[in-house]
């Protein structure tokens, strides 16, 4: 069984970490993304990624040390990302067990990366699965995970669309979502549903989840599994104080 999950945007750089960390599988492929964006000038990394200059400028000299060497301490991806879910799956409590837990099954989808495993090393980076410029990361990372996801393994979605649109063009994933009541109707948002996906991947690295079906004990947040909203493929957990006589948007 696989989990995937979003990288997140914010990048914390701590090295008293004091973890051993592994290669990125597919370093090999990324090696021309990452030449492509060193080589670019600035006005046209900020173009691609359409972000203000306080945030391209940062990115472009980052790049341009990596390029020259200038730059080379890696920190393990679990505890570099640091958005929403990262703080609410709080790996840095981890115990030992629930450590080897995600290694062995979370997989952190990535635009640079394709796809990483909590400890292996990376450098602080930008670039986002959606990304249009001079590649297609969709097409690029199909392959190889393609390979890494054979259809005879569950696989359990807890990224955003624009990751796991990465395996599903070639798959079908156990999807999982987390509804509050908005406007009158059950609806996912996006900070709730970043918070619970973190808070899952640490309940299921407590309680050692081996298949989608155990899911279904996740209690955490105030979300309940709902059977009612929920299909094979489709796993829905509710809010408990939005649970009763609400219009539930169509999923």
């Known amino acids: 069984m696989k989990i995937l999950l979003s990288p997140a945007k914010k990048i914390t750089l701590d090295d008293k970490h004091g973890l051993a960390m592994t290669v990125p599988r597919f370093q090999e492929q990324s090696v021309p993304l990452l030449e492509t964006l060193q080589n670019m000038d600035y006005p046209g990394l900020k173009a691609l990624y359409k972000v203000s200059d306080a945030v391209a400028r940062p990115v472009y000299d980052h790049l341009q040390a990596l390029k020259q060497g200038r730059e080379t301490e890696k920190y393990p991806a679990l505890l570099a990302f640091s958005g929403i879910a990262y703080r609410y799956m709080a790996p840095g409590v981890f115990t030992d067990e629930m450590m080897q837990y995600v290694s062995d099954h979370l997989l952190i989808l990535s635009g640079l990366y394709g796809a990483l495993s909590p400890l292996d090393g990376i450098t602080p980076y930008r670039l986002e699965m959606g990304t249009r410029g001079p590649f297609d990361l969709y097409a690029w990372w199909k392959k190889p995970l393609q390979n890494l996801l054979p259809d005879t393994e569950e696989v359990i979605n807890l990224a955003s669309a624009e990751y796991a649109k990465a395996v599903r063009q070639f798959r079908k994933v156990t999807e999982v979502r987390f509804l509050r009541q908005k406007n009158g109707k059950l609806q996912e948002t996006a900070v709730y549903a970043k918070m619970a996906r973190g808070a899952m991947v640490r309940w299921m690295a407590e309680h050692q989840v081996q298949t989608a079906a155990e899911l279904a004990g996740f209690d955490e ?13 489709m796993l829905v957990f509710v809010h408990e104080e939005n649970s009763g006589g609400l219009a539930r948007k169509e999923i």
Do not use: F, N, V
């Open 221 to 233: 947040l105030g979300y309940r599994y709902d059977p009612s909203c929920s299909s094979e493929k």
